[in-house]
């Protein structure tokens, strides 16, 4: 039973365009967000996190947007550009948890 | 860079051996974790510590022991590996904010 859910395994956007990458999740418990990024051949970085009192944060091109009601939450990139072509991960939490559940990960192409 | 390592980078083996594979911190992270990445399943978690000689399993633990006597290293075995454990394999640690984790470059395992 997937408790993190990343629906499409790959998206394609053109370079300098929003790229938008969605998670959906089924723990009500879940308080707690993440994004990381994977290059080939890499270990994955941490990208951005949201706290479920919150319902955006965002680091320069990077937002993350988060809909408690519909347990969803997305990832915004503007403007996109070539080195943001990587997996990313949608990863979430509960209070007191000492892991993180982990979506199967979304392959972004940024597109010249 | 959280200062973490992981050997060996790349490993063939045969069907029925042991493996270890080993992950060092140099920070004193309390947390540390071992995770799987396989096309079609993302990231999962196969076993954690949180502390010194305290282990605890993850998702996907059968086939799988893990050790931990230095808060720097933190070992997973394979007694006798599979070819269904043909994997990348990622160390983790805990940073100091909630839930960040920070992974290692990661370990190719090939079982013959």
């Known amino acids: 039973d997937q408790q993190v859910k990343q629906n499409s395994p790959s998206l394609s956007v053109q370079e300098g365009r929003i790229s938008i990458l969605n998670c959906d999740y089924t723990?009500?418990?879940?308080?707690?967000f993440l994004w990381y990024k994977k290059y080939p051949a890499e270990g994955p970085t941490f990208l951005i996190s949201?706290?479920?009192?919150?319902d955006k944060n965002e680091d320069g091109r990077f937002t993350v947007f988060l809909n408690k009601s519909a347990k969803h939450l997305s990832l915004h990139i503007v403007p996109s550009q070539p080195g943001d072509s990587a997996v990313y991960f949608c990863?979430?939490?509960?209070?007191?948890?000492?892991?993180?559940?982990f979506g199967k990960g979304t392959r972004l192409h940024i597109l010249p | 860079d959280a200062g973490i390592t992981q050997s060996p980078r790349h490993k063939v083996t045969e069907t029925g051996t042991p493996v270890t594979l080993r992950c060092h911190q140099t920070?004193?992270?309390?947390?540390m974790y071992w995770y799987r990445q396989d096309p079609g399943h993302g990231l999962r978690l196969i076993h954690y510590?949180?502390?010194?000689?305290?282990?605890d399993k993850g998702e996907v633990s059968d086939g799988y022991s893990v050790s931990r006597s230095k808060t720097e290293d933190f070992l997973l075995t394979l007694e006798s590996a599979t070819s269904s454990q043909t994997s990348v394999y990622f160390c983790?640690?805990?940073?100091?904010?909630?839930?960040?984790?920070?992974f290692g470059p990661g370990t190719r395992l090939t079982v013959l």
């Open positions: 983790a640690i805990r940073g100091d904010f909630r839930d960040e984790q920070f």
């Open positions: 723990n009500s418990m879940f308080d707690y």
């Open positions: 949201i706290s479920s009192i919150k």
């Open positions: 990863a979430a939490s509960g209070d007191r948890d000492d892991k993180i559940i």
């Open positions: 920070e004193n992270h309390r947390y």
């Open positions: 510590s949180y502390g010194v000689k305290d282990t």
